[in-house]
């Protein structure tokens, strides 16, 4: 089996914690139990589109490249079905499951839901000027900056903005559903900010989504946050068929 190269810097959840990918390696290194440490490379890889819908996973094949027994792959493979991240195959082992376009879409729905009830309960709440600052400096720098960060970076900063808003809500139980979608629309996010215009036009639809929530403005806020995510969801079919490309070429 081809060995993956994780991605850097991504966000995933093990054992209900967020964590970055950096983290994860490092405790993949430390962590007492083996089947964590291959859990959560895994998720990684399957996650970030490092493996193809259907590649097998096989427990002989994992086992050499973890350089462990049986036992710890196991119960890693069953981790990750019961997660719905692989699926058992009859007397053939694993094979990835990916999200397909419909999926995607329906993710994307559930997205804009959970993100338009935030926008609007804190424009209706009213959010802490010192809350909004951070974020507000952020996208108003990049927006300035004469040379962008990598798709990548800028996935990871777009993700953080949204959780954060969402995390001032208070709700945990959203912010877990929302860390969630955005484990399986990372890849997209990425090659979507690949895009020349898509920088620049990100900055002013988060700037004006902060804007329109300082100033207690439900329905515009609701318009802003609308606007900058269907701007990702419009381009799902190509970005679909980008992941589907950068799968088979890493293997």
């Known amino acids: 089996m081809a060995r993956c190269k994780p991605t850097v810097h991504r966000r995933v959840e093990i054992a209900g914690a967020a964590t970055t990918t950096s983290e994860l390696r490092a405790m993949a290194s430390t962590s007492p139990t083996l089947s964590g440490s291959i859990i959560a490379t895994l998720k990684e890889r399957v996650i970030s589109w490092q493996y193809p819908p259907e590649y097998r996973l096989t427990e002989e094949a994992l086992c050499r490249e973890f350089n462990v027994s049986r036992s710890p792959v196991r119960e890693a493979l069953r981790v990750?079905?019961?997660?719905?991240?692989?699926?058992?195959?009859?007397?053939?082992?694993?094979?990835?499951?990916?999200?397909?376009?419909?999926?995607i879409e329906e993710i994307y729905e559930v997205r804009l839901a959970l993100e338009l009830y935030a926008v609007e309960t804190l424009a209706d709440r009213g959010a802490q000027p010192s809350a909004l600052a951070p974020l507000h400096e952020t996208w108003e720098s990049l927006r300035r900056a004469p040379e962008s960060p990598k798709g990548e970076e800028l996935a990871e900063l777009d993700t953080n903005f949204h959780e954060s808003l969402v995390a001032l809500i208070g709700n945990e139980t959203l912010i877990k559903e929302l860390r969630a979608i955005n484990e399986r629309l990372f890849v997209f996010r990425m090659i979507d900010f690949a895009r020349a215009d898509r920088v620049e036009s990100t900055c002013v639809q988060h700037l004006n989504i902060l804007d329109r929530i300082a100033a207690k403005d439900v329905s515009g806020a609701r318009t802003a946050i609308r606007i900058n995510i269907e701007d990702g969801r419009n381009t799902v079919h190509a970005t679909f068929k980008d992941a589907l490309a950068r799968a088979y070429a890493t293997l």
Not at 80 to 102: F, P, S
């Open 80 to 103: 990750l079905a019961t997660n719905g991240l692989v699926k058992r195959m009859a007397n053939r082992g694993y094979a990835v499951r990916q999200v397909n376009l419909r999926e």
